[in-house]
């Protein structure tokens, strides 16, 4: 069992940045990655960018050269620094450890708003 816990998340103008923080603890020997996913108010639910066990980041079109994914495997976290935010971006953020079977953290809000 995977438990994940976010953080980081608040409320940012446009153009500044946050860094998010996705916490794992539990047994991690099946995990082979994990993904950051964003979900805005009455929208579906959209991918962000990921990390395979071996540490290759994936991102999606959109953040592709604002955000940059790193991790620390001994404190087993994932970090998310976000640059140049877009009102647009305003959404709760999770994250997934896949396994065995998907974990989830409980999400952590961002909001972009001057």
């Known amino acids: 069992q995977v438990q994940l816990v976010e953080s980081g998340g608040g409320l940012v103008q446009p153009g500044g940045s946050l860094t998010l923080s996705c916490v794992a603890s539990g047994s991690m020997y099946s995990i082979n990655g994990m993904t950051w996913y964003r979900q805005a108010p009455g929208k579906q639910r959209e991918l962000v960018a990921g990390l395979t066990r071996d540490g290759s980041p994936t991102y999606s079109d959109f953040v592709k050269g604002r955000f940059t994914l790193s991790g620390d495997s001994p404190k087993k976290t994932v970090y998310l620094p976000m640059n140049n935010l877009k009102p647009e971006e305003t959404a709760v953020y999770y994250c997934?450890?896949?396994?065995?079977?998907?974990?989830w953290g409980q999400g952590t809000q961002v909001t972009v708003s001057s």
């Open positions: 997934s450890w896949h396994g065995l079977y998907d974990y």
